[in-house]
């Protein structure tokens, strides 16, 4: 067919027209292949070495996390009781000063209702004493105090004017207020702390034991070689974006957010889910693919499918034994095998 398959040409006929295309060129071939084979030979050798350190590392982490949250658990239960036997202390204290201020206060305040019931009973007696006597002579009072008033309203407009002519008077400057006094601190009651310092001590347990056990299940121990992702975002730039892949937690291009970390789906694959929402859906999601490799880097990204990502990220944790045999042993491949 005029197509060279076999790096020999073998495939075609030899006559003057196929040779001239057909060289042998299997040569040239194997030892393209060999350098090939060889670098990833080489940059899968360094790979399983990080990893090797990196489970080292991981494995220590691992049982001291493990040894951590025994600890928790020995100790947690005593302060859970603790807890409690304070709280109903702070419960029974409080009933008995709530009843100590009601027998101070209830005196007290008996003797001002009889106070008070006293001085509206002498109100009364003003007003129906007040209340006796004719309308006229009433009237009478009130229009001669009101002209008694008049008058003197008078003279004092008149004092006024001429003071008025005479210039402005100064007026004493009125003395400045007195600063408030400062409030006294009030004191803490001694098993209110006690309590307060109890309850922050049970809560930092707590969410210590949580937060180990959430980060033993995300690295399961046949995925320990990933370890040095965590707390670590690998970023990949393109014309239009920037992505942002923060293991464990989430997966971003630029201020979109493609989805929060799920898990590994296979020794080499993982999946970042429940991105935010295309216009009519679905949620945005990105899988990531591992390839082996030293060096920890995005080396592609895309978008293969509407709202659904892909990324190609090189880690030591994709790094596998098997890889080597295969490539220090490769099958043999003869000069007419085609391409």
């Not at 937690?249 to 957010?257: G, I, L, N, V, Y």
């Not at 995005?298 to 990220?313: F, G, H, T």
Request: negative net charge; glycine residues 4%.
């Amino acid at each position: 067919d005029g197509i060279c398959d076999c790096c020999d040409g073998s495939d075609e006929d030899l006559d003057q027209v196929t040779a001239a295309k057909c060289s042998n060129t299997c040569k040239e071939e194997g030892e393209r292949s060999r350098a090939e084979r060889e670098a990833k030979l080489q940059d899968l050798r360094a790979g399983l070495q990080v990893k090797t350190k990196t489970i080292s590392e991981a494995t220590q982490q691992k049982q001291e996390k493990e040894a951590e949250i025994q600890r928790i658990d020995q100790e947690l239960p005593a302060l859970e009781t603790k807890l409690t036997e304070l709280r109903q202390k702070k419960e029974e204290a409080d009933a008995e000063k709530m009843q100590a201020e009601c027998k101070t206060e209830l005196p007290r305040l008996r003797q001002r209702v009889k106070e008070l019931e006293e001085k509206v009973a002498s109100l009364e007696k003003d007003l129906a004493v007040a209340g006796e006597g004719t309308t006229t002579t009433t009237t009478k009072k009130v229009v001669s105090e009101y002209a008694k008033w008049m008058e003197g309203a008078d003279a004092a407009m008149e004092e006024d004017m001429a003071d008025e002519d005479d210039g402005p008077s100064e007026s004493p400057a009125a003395p400045a207020p007195a600063p408030p006094e400062p409030e006294k601190p009030r004191e803490e009651d001694p098993l209110e702390k006690e309590l307060r310092e109890m309850e922050s001590q049970v809560k930092s347990h707590k969410d210590s034991k949580s937060r180990l056990k959430k980060e033993l299940d995300e690295l399961p121990e046949d995925k320990l070689g990933f370890a040095s992702l965590r707390d670590k975002c690998l970023e990949y730039k393109t014309s239009e974006y920037t992505y942002k892949l923060c293991f464990f937690k989430d997966a971003k291009q630029s201020h979109t957010r493609l989805g929060n970390w799920e898990s590994f789906t296979s020794p080499t694959e993982a999946i970042f889910k429940n991105g935010e929402m295309c216009f009519g859906g679905p949620a945005r999601s990105l899988k990531v693919t591992f390839q082996c490799g030293a060096t920890e880097e995005v080396l592609a990204l895309d978008e293969p499918s509407r709202c659904s990502y892909a990324a190609v990220v090189r880690h030591a944790g994709a790094c596998i034994e098997t890889m080597q045999q295969d490539l220090e042993s490769p099958r043999t491949r003869h000069p007419k095998e085609e391409l």
